[in-house]
Structures are given as C-alpha cells and as structure tokens.
C-alpha cells in the first residue's frame, strides 16, 4: 500500500513539473510578443499593463495593501477600456 502511495505520489509530482514546463513556455512565447513591438493603441497597451500587474499581484499576494491597489488599478483599466456607449 505505501509503495502504490509513493508511486502516485511521484506521478503527481511529475505532472505537476510538467505542467510548470508548459506554462513557462507560454509565459516566454506570450512575454515575447508584448515586447515583439510597442502597443499601436490605448487597448493593446492596456493588456501589456493587465499583464504585468498580474505577474505584480502573484507575487506581493501578502501584502493587503498592494493586493487591493493592484486590484483597483485593474478594475481602472477594465472600466477605461470598455468601448464608449
């Protein structure tokens, strides 16, 4: 029983890496068409900020201040970028 424990264990984890694998190749390829070339307008250069303010948030996630600014600044964006009624 604990071998068949370890051995599920082991496939998890190998899933797990690479399942990270992946998503930092996506992260790469995304990464490097942002900086492939300047925003044309207002609302490509909204998405490169909703990126980085992401990648921003994961990374101060214990820090309520932060976290909330980092939440209202992308709620900003979202109503901002919405097309004109």
């Keep these: ?3 068949q424990k370890a ?11 690479a399942d990270q694998a992946a998503l930092k190749a996506k992260r790469d390829a995304l990464e ?3 900086v492939a070339e300047p925003a ?9 900020v909703r990126y980085l303010l992401t ?3 994961e990374r101060n996630a214990d820090d309520p201040r932060r976290a ?5 600044v992308l709620a900003d964006i979202d109503r901002l970028d919405r097309p004109a009624q």
């Design 55 to 57: 990648l921003l948030a």
């Design 40 to 48: 044309a307008d207002w609302h490509e250069a909204a998405a490169k």
């Design 32 to 34: 490097a068409q942002l």
């Design 68 to 72: 909330t600014l980092i939440e209202r």
């Design 7 to 17: 051995t599920e264990l082991r496939r998890l984890a190998a899933g797990v890496a």
């Design 1 to 3: 029983m604990m071998a």
